[in-house]
């Protein structure tokens, strides 16, 4: 939901940064790698209760998580890198609940699996509406020119970094937040459902 009105915000000042790496060579791929490398990094801090040290470890990832796209943008766009950018994503967006879990198996196990569920989910009907849109030969552009049809929810990015963040300055609330968080994600993928039922029929 948020995507969309801070895109135009950010993406000059990553467009500058991606400018400097890509007279340096660096590849969008290897930020991608980089950027998930760093993000597995913060959800082992956090396991160890390293809560603010998994804040800005986190936030520095998805600096990354932007970067790859820019430096695409300004080299050369595969679809390998659009592959390899989504799966690391959603391989990052369960590392973190799984640190919070680890941190405190007794307070947490079970709000972070409820909350991986609802990511399971919502992750499966944002994938299965791209799949399907690309086979009608539909396309997309509001939230930038994507390797994916990417379609609009209340749940992106944008809200997924912001529970996060709130995850890491408040963890004892882990275990409502991410309830929240949950259903917000589960509300985002029937809503996701529905618009299918309205576009593929």
């Known amino acids: 939901m948020l995507d969309g009105w ?10 500058r ?9 660096v590849s969008a791929d290897a930020v991608t790698l980089a950027g998930f490398a760093v993000g597995l990094a913060a959800a ?3 396991a160890f209760e390293a809560y603010l040290l998994g804040l ?19 080299t050369r766009k ?11 994503d959603f391989a990052f967006y369960g590392a973190i ?8 198996p007794s307070a947490n196990a079970v709000a972070g699996a409820v909350l991986i569920l609802s990511f399971y989910v919502n992750g499966s009907s944002f994938l299965a509406y791209s799949v399907m849109a690309e086979r009608r030969g539909l396309s997309t552009e509001t939230r930038g020119k994507k390797s994916l049809f990417f379609t609009t929810g ?13 995850f890491c300055l408040f963890p004892v609330w882990f275990p409502m937040l991410a309830y929240v968080f949950a259903a917000l994600c589960v509300y985002t993928a029937l809503s996701r459902i529905i618009l299918a039922g309205q ?3």
């Open 17 to 25: 940064v991606a400018r400097m790496l890509v007279e340096r060579s």
């Open 154 to 166: 209340l749940m992106e990015a944008s809200e997924t970094i912001a529970f996060f963040v709130a």
């Open 97 to 104: 609940p799984l640190g919070f879990v680890l941190a405190d």
């Open 44 to 46: 082992g801090a956090i």
């Open 56 to 74: 800005v470890l986190l936030l520095a990832s998805r600096i990354g998580d932007g970067l790859d796209g820019a430096i695409a943008r300004q």
């Open 6 to 15: 801070l895109k135009p915000a950010i993406d000059p000042l990553l467009d």
């Open 199 to 201: 576009v593929f029929r």
């Open 78 to 88: 595969t679809d390998f890198g659009g592959y390899l950018d989504i799966v690391l």
